[in-house]
């Protein structure tokens, strides 16, 4: 499991950095300062759970001087704080990835609540039920039967 966990680590590290690198080759760092931040913090992340995975496999030998695991896992931290702190590329990618959203109308639900949802489509609707009684009585019949839902 261990192995296998590491392994998805870094293929997706891997991956991250080839299309960072990519975005950068093909715009400009700008354009792909979101996922350089996402590569800062990633990287310092993988390099501690594989390396405490690989400790881990070996047990004591890993801890030892014999195998450069221990150095590897140690540095981690370090590494994590080299092109600063993790929760300053956290903040910026957080600030970059919701810059492209709007804010919710709703001023204290999400824009996909529900019930909310569901008042605009039956007001969105309701000239057609006005216009057909049949209907009307078929969407109060799904509503009764979802009401539980609320």
Do not use: C
Request: hydrophobic content about 40%.
């Amino acid at each position: 499991e261990k192995i296998a966990d590491s392994y998805a680590a870094i293929r997706m590290l891997r991956l991250l950095v080839l299309e960072t690198a990519w975005k950068i080759d093909n715009s400009s760092t700008k354009e792909a300062r979101t996922d350089i931040a996402t590569v800062k913090f990633t990287m310092a992340k993988v390099l501690q759970e594989v390396s405490f995975n690989a400790l881990h496999i070996l047990g004591s030998l890993g801890t030892t001087d014999l195998t450069p695991l221990q150095a590897m896992y140690a540095s981690a931290p370090t590494m994590g704080l080299a092109d600063g702190a993790d929760e300053v590329h956290k903040a910026t990618v957080a600030r970059r990835v919701l810059r492209d959203y709007k804010p919710q109308v709703h001023p204290y639900w999400p824009s996909e609540y529900i019930p909310a949802k569901r008042e605009a489509a039956w007001a969105k609707f309701e000239p057609k039920f006005e216009a057909d009684p049949q209907l009307r009585e078929s969407a109060e019949a799904y509503k009764k039967y979802f009401a539980w839902r609320r």
